[in-house]
């Protein structure tokens, strides 16, 4: 079974633009999250999706938004970008929102100049 | 709270055992996992014990659970130079959805 998949691998973006990241999780997981990691806040959780609805967010301002597709990919979107939003974006998917083990794909990497 | 702790830098040598430790403050975590990252990659899934167990065994790798002391630790034996990575600690909370609350991480070094 193939696992998590993230594309593109690495982004450079200026501060102002905009960048969507993709994310396609394992066959049959229903469940996908996202995570920030940089080198001085760590791994923080940012949102999960679930049929298609968000049902959980991090504490991050309302330029990190999300969606979900019926075939359960996900796009993570981030406006207006700053710096410190240079980061590590990874994705993890899960079968259901009750099974809580979650596989991460291999990661965005984001370069904002 | 949902702090979750892990000393920074382990050093060990090659066919020695590693001990990674980690400790957390929510006492209701229903699942707690190790993840290993090496340079430039994702997380990878090691292991993960459900809070009602002292101790899960998967080939190299021994967890240990102790709840009264909200500690655990991965134990990795024979460590062997592929082993060096950042290894994260995660739990997840009940109630709280498919979000983890990841560890700081624990770089380990294996030397020969």
């Known amino acids: 079974k193939a696992g998590v998949t993230q594309t593109p691998r690495y982004l450079i973006k200026t501060r102002g633009q905009q960048v969507t990241l993709s994310c396609s999780p394992i066959s049959g997981h229903r469940s996908v999250s996202w995570y920030q990691q940089t080198p001085g806040q760590g791994l923080q959780f940012l949102f999960e999706y679930f049929s298609e609805t968000q049902r959980n967010k991090g504490n991050f301002p309302g330029r990190f938004s999300g969606r979900q597709f019926s075939n359960s990919r996900s796009e993570m979107n981030v406006s207006t970008l700053e710096l410190g939003d240079s980061a590590l974006y990874l994705c993890?998917?899960?079968?259901?929102?009750?099974?809580?083990?979650?596989?991460f794909g291999p990661g965005t990497r984001l370069l904002v100049l | 709270g949902e702090d979750v702790e892990q000393s920074l830098f382990l050093s060990v040598r090659e066919g020695d055992s590693s001990v990674i430790n980690c400790t957390y403050t929510d006492s209701s975590s229903t699942y707690l996992y190790w993840y290993k990252q090496e340079p430039g990659a994702g997380l990878q899934l090691l292991t993960y014990?459900?809070?009602?167990?002292d101790m899960k065994q998967d080939q190299r790798l021994t967890v240990l659970l102790n709840k009264k002391d909200k500690h655990l630790s991965l134990r990795i034996a024979d460590t062997q130079t592929g082993d060096s990575a950042i290894y994260f600690c995660a739990e997840w909370l009940a109630g709280t959805a498919s979000k983890l609350t990841f560890g700081t991480g624990t770089r380990l070094q294996v030397t020969l």
């Open positions: 993890a998917s899960s079968f259901s929102r009750v099974q809580e083990t979650q596989y």
């Open positions: 014990i459900f809070s009602n167990m």
